[in-house]
């Protein structure tokens, strides 16, 4: 016989959760359809943020730059210093052995002099005062007591500097690999980003450049700006000497730059050092806040933070080493944000 039970009905939950599903799906379903579809950033867009990418990977350079010479000048510190200690030791043993033999001779005379007591003092210093005082010792011995203890004094300064020095070696390397990594997620960015765009778009942005460095140098070279200082006129013509090379975050020369790598490299042909950081170099000379004051071969510093610098070329340009990607090359001043120039 055929069964007549009515067939089980679904719970009201499980209806519940059913229409709910449902109605996400047809909701979820109904956005996609009327989202617009993702567009791809055009070629200009690419530009403006990869130039900002690049704008902060140069003030992490610049930064990285003053780790990089605060770590050169400390480990040169603690080399001399180490040398020092080390001579300063020799020096010290023999003062020691000078005042041991003195003793020596003394004992074997039947005397036994307090300078014997230095060696088992665990204080010569306060050994020498209370001795001195007491008028125990010859002219002779006070003399070369003295000599050790001024020695020891030395020696436990310059170890206790040298020990200060080395932590902050530690800290400036950790510094100095905090500020490497930075620049490199910057320039990946941008890399990434320019990777977006497709081989007509980067020669198009190829070729803005090129027509525009080649305006500006036609500008410069057909100006008639006075020149700087001798210096200066000669450490411009170095860095003319050098237009074309490629760009490459702190580097100093001789066949790659960053800006303020160039700009002390230049000076470093004619024989003046100047800082190796934008923000050091725009405190090395005299200041000219008014454009028109520039001459050919002066400074010229950029930004508020002044993280980027170049030379002053003639006629509104500037010569310098610019970001990533670019090479040694002519720009006009007005490009980027003039602070002031400096006049080594």
Known sequence: MASHRRPKQPSRTRVTVLSATAAAVVALTSQAANAAPSEKP???????????????AEKATEKYNGAKEKQEKLEKQIGTLQDNV???QED???LRDGLGS?????YRTGGIDPSVQLFLSSDPDDYLDKASAMDQLSSQQVE???KVQEKQ???????KEASGKLKDLADTRTELGKKKKEVQSKLGEAQRLLNTLTAKEKASLDAEQARASRTSER????????????RASSAYAAAQSVIGSPYSYGHAGPSTFDCSGLTSWAYAQVGVTIPRTSQAQANAGTRIYSQSDLRVGDLVIFYSDQHHVGFYAGNGQVLHAPRTGTVVRYEAIGNMPFQFGVRI
């Open 153 to 159: 004094r030395s020696l436990s300064q310059q170890r």
């Open 42 to 56: 055009n070629k200009d867009e690419v530009k403006s943020k990869v130039d900002k990418l690049y704008e902060e």
């Open 219 to 230: 500008s410069a070279m057909n100006g008639s700006d006075k020149p700087s200082s001798g």
């Open 92 to 94: 010290l043993n023999d």
């Open 86 to 88: 080390a001579r300063g």
């Open 144 to 146: 070369a007591l003295k």
């Open 102 to 106: 003195m003793a020596s001779a003394q």
